[in-house]
């Protein structure tokens, strides 16, 4: 199962600028379980279309995708239940304000799930549970989600996708807007959620630190193509970064930096903070 | 959503892109006028063989025109149609006995469902829609077996003729004009132009300027908020909701989640603008500069003589 692209390309017809390819040829797939993906790119790279094309949002112009073992072509098959894809795959927008309308949070949150015909008690039940995987209290629940502070509105429309319980969850820009410490914390979460429900994550990003120290596979798009798949590790050894207009992490600059001013015998290959520390005392200790 | 012409500008160079907008406005209010004094159908033709003229001058395809013209195209038929049967003057030209039976019915609704069949593949539509309408005519008069009732007649004057063509191309002018001022002109453009021509209307007490940035700001919003719906419609499909399918109690929740949303990011994108405009230094009702100004050029000039040309002619031509 899971979902498989098959040489899909997207074109948007627009009137003024002509046609424009958003992703062109691309295949990839991704599986149903224990995928911790990031999606990056620079701004226009076609990301988020690709997103899209994940739960049957958009269709692709060319080439077909497959979810949960269903076809999906130019074409729309009548044979096909487009909505019931998108419980299997779950879709958070970057913006919580285009999806938030209910007047508590767990009216909102028990939107999705009441779509696809749970019964109330259950979607109460998993309301609560939804709420406590994002990292927020019950109290919440009563709140007014349009009293919320970007952050909880943020974490609020995870959790409206979460109680559908998908089998895959694709974040866009799950962390953009947010301070650096709520951007970790958010990443965590979806560690922790990933670690819990053995789900798949699909997050897009731009934070090459958070790529770095989370994800465990890596994709990137250059202009509508697909250039880079693969673990973390050996992206960030490559050449082509620039020319994909990608940084590298903080913590591998800073390293090269000194290893090069002070030609110290260090590996500037190091996921976070404290593992960079760690293996500069080593350095110092010698 | 993205074929529709009218009201939207296409970026170009030719003779109209050039015109000052105010020139644009007037000349086609006037050449509206003169439309609807001409009398008969051979000042007419001339009329529209003007309008194919100008669009070769102005080098604009005609084929988006006509392109443009499609979503009135249902009008355009109907107008056509309401003439032809409702005005009764002139020389009788077709008396058909029509009338209904069960067999004739039968056979509208089949050739209907073939119709809407073969109207999937695309092609040969205004074709297959021409077929359609004498299949009905046919069956009307021929396919009858068994009991007939509510005879009708049919009948065609042929006055009623020269008037649905006329109206019909009196309608296709109007609009081809209107057509052209809008791809030619910029809506900040058409905005600036109506707020210097409505600019004597402040002895009644109604700012032009006020109403031309009303105006230029509905019109600078209406691809952003139907993006924004767009987004929307997307963010909530992906929550299940399902806007096509359903019963109505749900139909009803699914469009209050859009509507909710939407209201919620106008509003905040209307606040954003006010902060933004304030910030710099916006001030209603005092004057304010322009960075590009108003010319009137050489151009404007034979458009003025042109229109004023055609406009004199149509008043004689009415005398006369």
């Known amino acids: 199962m899971g979902i498989h692209f098959r040489e899909v390309s997207h074109e948007y017809a627009s009137y003024q600028v002509g046609d424009y390819q958003a992703i062109n040829k691309i295949t990839l797939s991704i599986e149903d379980e224990n995928e911790f993906i990031c999606l990056v790119g620079h701004t226009g790279s076609g990301k988020s279309t690709l997103a899209q094309h994940m739960n049957a949002l958009i269709f692709p112009t060319e080439g077909e995708v497959e979810i949960n073992g269903k076809v999906i072509t130019k074409k729309r098959d009548k044979k096909v239940n487009y909505n019931l894809l998108r419980k299997h795959v779950g879709l958070v927008f970057q913006f919580p304000e285009y999806q938030l309308f209910e007047e508590t949070v767990e009216k909102d949150i028990m939107f999705g799930p009441m779509n696809f015909k749970v019964s109330l008690e259950d979607a109460k039940i998993r309301a609560a549970e939804a709420i406590r995987l994002v990292g927020l209290n019950e109290s919440y629940l009563r709140r007014n989600p349009f009293n919320l502070s970007g952050g909880e509105k943020k974490r609020v429309s995870i959790a409206g996708i979460l109680a559908m319980d998908p089998d895959i969850l694709v974040l866009d820009e799950p962390t953009s807007g947010l301070d650096p410490f709520g951007k970790r914390q958010l990443m965590e979460l979806f560690q922790n959620i990933q670690k819990e429900t053995k789900k798949s994550i699909i997050i897009i990003t731009h934070d090459m630190d958070l790529v770095y120290e989370f994800a465990n596979r890596v994709i990137v798009l250059n202009d509508g193509d697909l250039v880079y798949d693969g673990n973390e590790e050996d992206l960030f050894r490559k050449d082509e970064l620039t020319t994909w207009a990608l940084g590298l992490p903080e913590t591998i600059k800073v390293l090269r930096r000194l290893k090069e001013q002070f030609h110290l015998d260090i590996n500037p290959y190091q996921k976070t903070v404290d593992l960079a520390f760690e293996e500069l005392k080593k350095v110092m200790n010698k | ?320």
């Open chain 2, 1 to 320: 959503m993205k074929n529709i012409v009218i009201g939207q500008f296409v970026p170009g160079t030719g003779f109209f892109y050039k015109l000052d907008p105010r020139t644009k406005i007037v000349s086609i209010v006037f050449l509206m006028i003169a439309l609807f004094l001409l009398e008969n159908i051979t000042q007419l033709l001339i009329a529209f063989g003007l309008a194919v003229v100008m669009l070769i001058i102005g080098r604009l395809s005609i084929k988006r025109i006509v392109r443009g013209l499609k979503p009135i195209f249902v009008l355009l038929i109907f107008t056509f149609l309401f003439q032809i049967m409702f005005n009764q003057e002139g020389t009788l030209l077709v008396n058909q006995q029509m009338s209904l039976s069960y067999t004739s019915i039968a056979g509208i609704l089949v050739i209907t469902v073939l119709w809407r069949y073969l109207a999937h593949f695309k092609r040969f539509n205004f074709f297959l829609f021409l077929v359609w309408v004498a299949g009905v005519y046919f069956l009307l008069i021929y396919f009858h077996f068994g009991p007939t009732f509510a005879p009708f007649s049919l009948k065609v004057y042929q006055k009623g003729v020269e008037m649905s063509i006329f109206v019909v191309i009196r309608l296709l002018i109007i609009i081809t004009l209107s057509t052209v001022l809008t791809i030619t002109t910029k809506p900040t453009d058409l905005t600036q132009g109506l707020e210097k021509l409505l600019r004597p209307m402040k002895v009644i007490g109604m700012n032009s300027e006020d109403f031309a940035l009303i105006i230029s700001i509905s019109l600078r919003y209406i691809p952003t908020i139907l993006d924004e719906a767009n987004k929307i419609m997307l963010a909530q499909a992906s929550r299940g909701a399902d806007f096509s399918e359903g019963k109505l109690k749900d139909k009803v929740k699914q469009v209050i989640s859009l509507l909710v949303p939407m209201f919620i990011i106008a509003f905040k994108r209307s606040e954003d603008l006010a902060d933004a405009m304030e910030s710099r230094n916006f001030i209603p009702g005092k004057p304010r500069t322009r960075i590009y100004e108003l010319k009137f050029n050489w151009n404007d000039l034979m458009t003025s003589i042109f229109t004023a040309a055609c406009f004199a002619l149509a008043i004689v031509l009415r005398v006369i």
